[in-house]
């Protein structure tokens, strides 16, 4: 099983309050559990449920899976990352990636490079305006769900779950 995740904040908060926003979103979702870290870096819980947070601008997104590590990346549309030009350079290695945009290559990067993994990359359909990967080694068969979690509103005024 693979489960996405998804709250909508103002865009306009600082980095730390998204941030604190992801760890509640992990909370509310999966409860108060030991985190381990493994070789590698990634973090995942000591029962072998995996996860992922990505934020950006506005929106914090969650994936957890109890099949393999996961990895998701979510990024603004209407904001052409940083050195576009050379991430499709060091990108490209199919024809199909010819023809997607520096956005897509880069959340898809993002999200496998999060998973660390090699695995099956899934584009869920998020709000308008936003783009999203999710990367596993293993995608199953049914297409993950997709859920949007309100957040209390304390969560951005108060940094204190970070």
């Not at 870290?37 to 950006?56: E, M, Q, R, V």
């Not at 393999?68 to 603004?76: A, H, I, Q, W």
């Not at 993002?110 to 359909?125: H, L, N, R, S, W």
């Amino acid at each position: 099983m693979i489960a996405l995740y998804y709250a909508q904040m103002p865009a306009d908060l600082p980095q730390r309050i998204h941030h604190a926003a992801g760890r509640a979103l992990l909370r509310r979702v999966c409860g108060v559990r030991t985190v381990l870290t493994a070789p590698n870096g990634k973090p995942y819980f000591a029962d072998g449920l995996w996860f992922s947070i990505s934020h950006c601008d506005g929106l914090v997104m969650l994936a957890v899976s109890d099949v393999s590590p996961v990895g998701c990346d979510v990024e603004r549309l209407d904001r052409e990352p940083r050195n576009a030009a050379r991430i499709k350079e060091k990108l490209t290695k199919t024809p199909e990636d010819r023809a997607r945009s520096a956005i897509t290559l880069w959340v898809r990067f993002e999200a496998q490079k999060k998973a660390g993994v090699a695995g099956e990359i899934f584009m869920p359909a998020m709000p308008e305006g936003y783009l999203a990967a999710v990367c596993a080694r293993t995608m199953p068969k049914q297409i993950p769900i997709i859920e949007r979690i309100e957040l209390d509103a304390d969560v951005f005024g108060d940094c204190s779950c970070l």
